[in-house]
């Protein structure tokens, strides 16, 4: 596609249920990264996607938080048990080598955990 | 400046002149940055970028300045229009080989006509 493409672009759910977030990247780029940007907050590193090699999961802030990369494209972001601290936007983005250079990011989806 | 939750730092400036956005970053080795605009409901947007070995870089009508002595990243855009009011955040890569990119709180700059 023309950008990075996320779905869905809000998310309303229940404390304790458990959601997904689907990022399409930029064909062609190699590279995949999701953040977490609180109301009014810079931009939270959570994990990293780079072709076969193992991800950088450094990021996710526990184990209810969980990433796969499918067939090194589309990328989903779970969370389990949903908590209110967990209401963020959720930001994929993507590069074409994953080296110094610029990332493209989606327009995000809106997280509410009511 | 720093930012605390929801008050972000406003830069107001008048349409037509020159805006400058200052960021203080946090780690000597970071090797690669970056400025981002982000406008409501929007991802960010990539605006210019700075590798360690420069000291300035110039886009269209953008400039930025990149003092590692004080480890100080500056942006500077000429002739500001309203289109220029959004929220601007700059981005450090600590990590090298990727971009696990570190970013500030921002800074909001409001365009008046």
Known sequence: GAGVSQSPSNKVTEKGKDVELRCDPISGHTALYWYRQSLGQGLEFLIYFQGNSAPDKSGLPSDRFSAERTGGSVSTLTIQRTQQEDSAVYLCASSIRGGNEKLFFGSGTQLSVL | ?113
């Not at chain 2, 605009?37 to 420069?54: H, V």
């Not at chain 2, 009508?61 to 990243?73: D, E, I, M, P, S």
């Not at chain 2, 700059?90 to 709180?105: D, P, Q, S, T, V």
């Open chain 2, 1 to 113: 400046g720093e930012s605390v939750g929801l008050h972000l730092p406003t830069l107001s400036v008048q349409e037509g002149d020159n805006s400058i956005i200052n960021c203080a970053y946090s780690n000597s080795a970071s090797d690669y940055f970056i400025w981002y605009k982000q406008e409501s409901g929007k991802g960010p947007q990539f605006i210019i970028d700075i590798r360690s070995n420069m000291d300035k870089r110039q886009g269209q009508r953008v400039t930025v300045l990149l003092n590692k002595t004080v480890k100080h990243l500056s942006l500077q855009i000429a002739a500001t229009q309203p289109g220029d009011s959004a929220v601007y955040f700059c981005a450090e890569n600590i990590a090298g080989g990727y971009n696990k990119l570190i970013f500030g709180a921002g800074t909001r700059l409001a365009v008046h006509p």
